[in-house]
């Protein structure tokens, strides 16, 4: 029989196979060291992509962390050019860390995109990120494979957790009838060794889907073998205005990455850091957003600047409730 279209859903394994593979090392756990036990982490990603310094980088880092942030990441887009290598680079965020973190009492996670087109050079970045205090590396799974997720997670000189991106994925997952499910991805990246791992949004610039998104949720948390739970990410369209929703509908096991949604603050980088905590932190004590944002003055800013932008957007505007879009409603 001639198949014109055929799409891979699911995959079921041994125990004796399935037991051969590490899963990650940290998972979910990595929320308990920056306070995030009952609430969903937060982090921002460092934009723009491409063209920033070490330098610059460590300054917005700086004010990040002095915003109590939980995580910290590369773009996807960014390994290690010339006008940013990546020794200079760690060198540079940590020390910003480590400074701000000595006002605050708290140190985020940042998270190094060491992606390459070979193992031994991408084992060598893991390397430099860790030589130099580094605490937590990075890899875009379509480029190194799950056998690239794996030799990270093996490997027992990797002492830190790893963030794994999937930017690339949808040439072999968005076809309807061809293909691989994107679940399937996120099955597969625990079972290779993935702390954390993107999954998409349910709202924004990218495809979303409420149904989807809670299969990736299945997948990455339930009790399987010995894997432990794998951390779902969620970024392509969040701001403090959502973080609250989103918990509502995935849980509070998730990590929650915003770019613009953070750096686009109106008073600035810090204050778009604590208007993002102070989001998680209203999902923690069961309070709406815009309830927590009467004492709050960088969280009210925030939902009035991120929701009025969302409404003059209509195609946005199915996301929210009338409420979420006017909170004196």
């Given at each position: 029989?001639?198949?014109?279209?055929?799409?891979?859903?699911?995959?079921?394994?041994?125990?004796?196979?399935?037991?051969?593979?590490?899963?990650?090392?940290?998972?979910?756990?990595?929320?308990?060291?920056?306070?995030?036990?009952?609430?969903?982490?937060?982090?921002?990603?460092?934009?723009?992509?491409?063209?920033?310094?070490?330098?610059?980088?460590?300054?917005?880092?700086?004010?990040?962390?002095?915003?109590?942030?939980?995580?910290?990441?590369?773009?996807?887009?960014?390994?290690?050019?010339?006008?940013?290598?990546?020794?200079?680079?760690?060198?540079?965020?940590?020390?910003?860390?480590?400074?701000?973190?000595?006002?605050?009492?708290?140190?985020?996670?940042?998270?190094?995109?060491?992606?390459?087109?070979?193992?031994?050079?991408?084992?060598?970045?893991?390397?430099?990120?860790?030589?130099?205090?580094?605490?937590?590396?990075?890899?875009?799974?379509?480029?190194?494979?799950?056998?690239?997720?794996?030799?990270?997670?093996?490997?027992?000189?990797?002492?830190?957790?790893?963030?794994?991106?999937?930017?690339?994925?949808?040439?072999?997952?968005?076809?309807?009838?061809?293909?691989?499910?994107?679940?399937?991805?996120?099955?597969?990246?625990?079972?290779?060794?993935?702390?954390?791992?993107?999954?998409?949004?349910?709202?924004?610039?990218?495809?979303?889907?409420?149904?989807?998104?809670?299969?990736?949720?299945?997948?990455?948390?339930?009790?399987?073998?010995?894997?432990k739970p794998t951390l779902p990410t969620?970024?392509?369209?969040?701001?403090?205005?959502?973080?609250?929703?989103?918990?509502?509908?995935?849980?509070?096991?998730?990590?929650?990455?915003?770019?613009?949604?953070?750096?686009?603050?109106?008073?600035?980088?810090?204050?778009?850091?604590?208007?993002?905590?102070?989001?998680?932190?209203?999902?923690?004590?069961?309070?709406?957003?815009?309830?927590?944002?009467?004492?709050?003055?960088?969280?009210?800013?925030?939902?009035?600047?991120?929701?009025?932008?969302?409404?003059?957007?209509?195609?946005?505007?199915?996301?929210?409730?009338?409420?979420?879009?006017?909170?004196?409603?």
């Amino acid at each position: 029989m001639e198949l014109e279209n055929l799409k891979l859903i699911d995959l079921q394994f041994p125990r004796w196979w399935a037991e051969a593979f590490p899963g990650p090392k940290f998972g979910v756990e990595v929320k308990k060291s920056v306070g995030a036990d009952n609430r969903p982490m937060v982090g921002c990603i460092i934009k723009p992509n491409l063209g920033l310094g070490p330098k610059q980088i460590s300054e917005m880092v700086y004010e990040l962390t002095r915003g109590g942030i939980d995580f910290i990441k590369d773009d996807e887009a960014l390994v290690n050019p010339k006008y940013c290598p990546i020794e200079e680079r760690v060198v540079r965020v940590m020390e910003a860390i480590d400074k701000a973190s000595s006002e605050t009492g708290k140190k985020p996670y940042y998270a190094f995109n060491i992606t390459s087109d070979r193992q031994d050079k991408m084992m060598k970045l893991a390397d430099v990120v860790q030589s130099h205090g580094g605490n937590s590396l990075m890899v875009v799974l379509p480029y190194v494979g799950y056998g690239g997720v794996r030799r990270l997670a093996e490997d027992p000189s990797i002492k830190v957790p790893l963030h794994v991106h999937r930017c690339g994925h949808g040439a072999y997952t968005r076809v309807p009838y061809h293909g691989f499910s994107p679940v399937l991805v996120s099955k597969l990246g625990r079972m290779s060794g993935a702390d954390e791992i993107h999954i998409g949004v349910l709202w924004g610039k990218f495809h979303h889907d409420v149904t989807e998104a809670r299969q990736h949720c299945e997948v990455l948390r339930k009790p399987w073998l010995h894997f432990k739970p794998t951390l779902p990410t969620l970024s392509g369209g969040n701001d403090p205005s959502n973080v609250g929703r989103a918990s509502s509908i995935l849980g509070r096991d998730l990590l929650i990455l915003a770019g613009g949604g953070i750096l686009g603050h109106p008073s600035g980088i810090k204050a778009g850091a604590l208007a993002m905590m102070q989001a998680a932190e209203a999902v923690e004590k069961n309070i709406l957003a815009e309830e927590y944002a009467k004492e709050h003055a960088e969280l009210a800013e925030a939902l009035k600047f991120w929701l009025k932008a969302y409404k003059k957007q209509s195609r946005f505007c199915d996301t929210y409730s009338e409420r979420e879009l006017d909170p004196s409603k």
